[in-house]
């Protein structure tokens, strides 16, 4: 092997360092934070979503342009007036990128909803920044936005 070859194996090598397996751990904690927060909704269970979230004042929620200042914030002003019309919610494409004690995910979402006027069907994308305390991963940030589906592309 030449050597200019063996120089851009190495690069490859030092800007792509393998996979460790903790380091898929935390992707799959990650991962299993988000697939519950979707559960937990999905059941009505804000005890369990208490579980997921940071309790900290500066937490912020963002879904479209509506802004919830910490998780007490979101879940009593926002979620619960809205748990009795939601159906179902699925978190899908989740992409984790953990570094150190700090991760975020990109991932896609459809949620149905039943309104006097009838189901409504959305479907979105969203980011999740998450932080370890305590060998536990919470989420300290989301942000979604979403449209009908169907809607306009």
């Keep these: ?9 190495l690069a490859a090598w030092l800007l792509c360092p393998p996979v460790t397996a903790a380091q ?8 299993r934070v988000l697939e519950a927060v979707a559960a937990h909704t999905r059941a009505k269970d804000v005890a369990g979503l208490d579980t997921l979230y940071a309790h900290d004042a500066w937490v912020r929620i963002i879904e479209g342009s509506g802004v919830n200042k910490g998780w007490v914030d979101y879940r ?6 809205e748990l009795a019309d939601l159906g179902n919610l699925r978190y ?3 992409e984790p990128q953990v570094r150190g004690n700090v991760a975020w ?4 979402y459809e949620l149905a909803v039943t309104t006097p006027q009838g189901r409504v069907e959305v479907e ?20 979604t936005s979403g449209r009908r589906r169907g809607g306009p592309q």
């Design 124 to 143: 979105g994308r969203g980011t999740a920044i998450l932080e370890r305390r305590a060998e536990r991963w919470l989420i300290v940030h989301v942000h």
């Design 92 to 94: 899908f494409d989740v």
């Design 1 to 9: 092997m030449n050597d200019l070859w063996k120089g851009l194996v």
């Design 105 to 108: 995910a990109a991932f896609r």
């Design 76 to 81: 009593d002003n926002h979620l619960k007036p």
């Design 24 to 31: 898929q751990d935390d992707d799959a904690a990650v991962r």
